[in-house]
C-alpha cells in the first residue's frame, strides 16, 4: 500500500476519464477511470472478453473509443478516433508488446529492433544499432541479431519483441498477455525480462494471466469484468481479501488450478 | 491415295527466321503493358481497399469493368473505336500495349488487393505501436510482405498477358501470330509453322516462370 500512496501522489503519465467503448450493441467499456503514475506498475486482471486488452488498446489508439477522454503524457485522445497528431506522438513514447509477438518477420531480429528509432526518432544507423545490440543484450539475444523472427523460438521472439518497443525510449509499455502465446518452458524467460523492467523503473501496465507473477510484480492489480473495474487494490489486498463478489468468484475460479 | 502426313522438319525450321522477327513486337506489347499494369494494379488495388467511398467505387468500376469484357474487344475498341473519338490513327503497337495495360491493370489490382489484404493485422498494429506513420508502416512493413505474397500471382497474370498479345494479329501488329500468319500465307505449311509459333510462345513463359522461381527462392529468406 505504501509504494501506492507515494505513486499517487505523482501526476499520473496515463489518465482515462470516464472512458467508454462500443462494438455495435456491445458496451465493451463501461466509465473507466483509471490514472497510473509514472514508475508505477498496473497489473489488469479478468476474464477473456472483459475487456481488459480493449482498455489498454485505447491507450495507444489501436482501439477507438467513444465518449471519455484520455490523456497520456500530456497528449489527449479524444473519441471517435479524432486525436489528429497527438496519437502518433502517444505512439512514439507508449511501446507495447503484444500476444502475437507481431514481429516483422520479412526483416532480421537486428532490423526490427533499430527500424523504428531510425525512421521515427531519425537516430543513425549507427546509433540505432549500438542501442539495440545494448537492448539485446540485456533481454540475452544480442547472438540472434543476424537471424529472421522465424528463425527463434516463441520465447526468444517475445524478448526481441521487448527490446523492439524499448528501442524507442518509452515513457511508458503497454502488454498485452505477452506469455499467453508461449509454451509453458518460454513463460519464465519473459517474465523475468518484465520482472527487469518493472525494477528499472519503467511504467508498466499489463494484461496478463499470470497470477504469481501479478502479486509479485504488481504495485496495483486492477479487476475488470463485463468493462467495469470492479476492483482495484495493492496484490495483497486484492488477492488475499477482495472485496467484491465478483472479484472472488473471478480469482477462485483462476487459482483453484 | 496416300493420307499419311509427312511433317516437314525442314520447313518448320526454314519459318523460324522470319517468325523470331515477330518476337520484339510481343516482348514489347506484354512487358510494356504488364508494366504499365503493375502501376494501374498498385494505384488501384490500394484505391479499391481505401476507406473513403469515392476513390473504392471508381477503382471497382475498372476492375469489373476490364475483368469482365474480353481482351480482344479491348483492343479492338482501341485501335478501331477510339481514332473515331481522338481524329487521328492510333499506332498499332501502342494499342496493342495500352490494351494489356488495362486489361492486366484490372487482374494485378486485385493481386495487390488480395496481397495487402493477407497481412495480419498485427503487423500494421505493431508498427503503428511503435510509432510509425501510416506511410511509414505500409512502406517498410506491409508493402513488403505483400509483395512476396504477389509474386505466384503476378507470374500466373504475366504468362496470360503473353499470350493475350496472340490475339492482337486482328489489329496487324506484327507480333508472333501475325508472323506466322503471313509465312503460311505464302508456304502453307500450318502445322509446321504454328508448332513452332507455340514452341516460341512456350520459350517466353517458360523463362518467365523460370525468372519468378529464382525471385521468389530468394525473397523466400526470413519468411
Redesign the interface.
Given at each position: 500500500m505504501s509504494r501506492d500512496d507515494t505513486h499517487a501522489d505523482a501526476d499520473p503519465i496515463v489518465h482515462m476519464d470516464k472512458v467508454n467503448k462500443h462494438f455495435g450493441e456491445l458496451h465493451v467499456l463501461k466509465d473507466i477511470d483509471l490514472a497510473v503514475a509514472s514508475g508505477e506498475v498496473v497489473v489488469v486482471i479478468g476474464a477473456s472478453g472483459s475487456g481488459k486488452s480493449t482498455l489498454i488498446r485505447c491507450i495507444?489508439?489501436?482501439e477507438e473509443f467513444q465518449a471519455g477522454h484520455i490523456e497520456v503524457d500530456g497528449n489527449e485522445l479524444l473519441p471517435d478516433g479524432k486525436s489528429g497528431r497527438a496519437l502518433?506522438k502517444i505512439?512514439?513514447?507508449?511501446?507495447?508488446v503484444?500476444q502475437?509477438f507481431?514481429?516483422?518477420?520479412?526483416?532480421?531480429v537486428l532490423d526490427n529492433v533499430t527500424?523504428?528509432p531510425m525512421?521515427?526518432?531519425g537516430w543513425s544507423r549507427a546509433d540505432a544499432t549500438e542501442t539495440a545490440y545494448r537492448l539485446l543484450e540485456r533481454v540475452g539475444i544480442a547472438d540472434q541479431a543476424d537471424k529472421?523472427?522465424?528463425q527463434l523460438s516463441g520465447g526468444q521472439q517475445q524478448r526481441v519483441?521487448l527490446a523492439?518497443?524499448l528501442a524507442?525510449e518509452p515513457r511508458l509499455m503497454l502488454f498485452d498477455e505477452p506469455t499467453s502465446a508461449l509454451d509453458p518452458e518460454m513463460i519464465g524467460e519473459v517474465l523475468d525480462a518484465m520482472r527487469e523492467l518493472a525494477r528499472e523503473g519503467m511504467t508498466m501496465i499489463i494484461v496478463t494471466h499470470e497470477m504469481g507473477f501479478a502479486r509479485e510484480v504488481a504495485d496495483r492489480v486492477v479487476f475488470i469484468d463485463r468493462g467495469e473495474i470492479v476492483e482495484q487494490a495493492a496484490p495483497v489486498t486484492l488477492f488475499d481479501s477482495p472485496q467484491q463478489e465478483r472479484t472472488r468468484s473471478f480469482l477462485s475460479r483462476v487459482l483453484k488450478h | 491415295m496416300d493420307v499419311t502426313f509427312q511433317f516437314d522438319w525442314e520447313a518448320a525450321f526454314a519459318s523460324i527466321p522470319f517468325l523470331l522477327k515477330g518476337i520484339p513486337y510481343t516482348l514489347l506489347i506484354s512487358f510494356g503493358g504488364l508494366a504499365i499494369g503493375f502501376l494501374i494494379g498498385i494505384l488501384f488495388g490500394l484505391l479499391r481497399i481505401s476507406p473513403v467511398i469515392w476513390l473504392r467505387v471508381p477503382a471497382i468500376a475498372y476492375i469489373e469493368i476490364f475483368r469482365g469484357t474480353p481482351v480482344l474487344v479491348q483492343v479492338l475498341f482501341i485501335f478501331y473505336g477510339l481514332p473515331q473519338i481522338l481524329g487521328g490513327p492510333i499506332n498499332a503497337l501502342v494499342a496493342g500495349i495500352a490494351a494489356i495495360a488495362v486489361n492486366s491493370g484490372a487482374y494485378i489490382s486485385e493481386i495487390v488487393r488480395g496481397g495487402v489484404q493477407s497481412i495480419e493485422r498485427g503487423q500494421r498494429e505493431a508498427s503503428l505501436s511503435l510509432g510509425l506513420s501510416r506511410v511509414q508502416s505500409f512502406r517498410y512493413i506491409i508493402w513488403p510482405q505483400a509483395f512476396r505474397r504477389m509474386i505466384p500471382p503476378l507470374g500466373n497474370q504475366g504468362i496470360i498477358s503473353i499470350k493475350d498479345t496472340s490475339l492482337f494479329s486482328v489489329i496487324g501488329v506484327g507480333e508472333l501470330v501475325r508472323q506466322g500468319q503471313v509465312y503460311i500465307a505464302t508456304t502453307f505449311n500450318a502445322l509446321e509453322v504454328y508448332l513452332m509459333v507455340a514452341l516460341l510462345y512456350l520459350a517466353i513463359t517458360l523463362s518467365l516462370s523460370f525468372a519468378l522461381r529464382l525471385l521468389e527462392r530468394k525473397g523466400l529468406v526470413g519468411q
Open positions: 495507444n489508439g489501436l502518433q505512439r512514439t513514447e507508449v511501446g507495447m503484444f502475437q507481431n514481429l516483422f518477420p520479412h526483416l532480421s527500424l523504428a525512421k521515427v526518432r529472421y523472427p522465424s519483441a523492439r518497443a524507442m | -
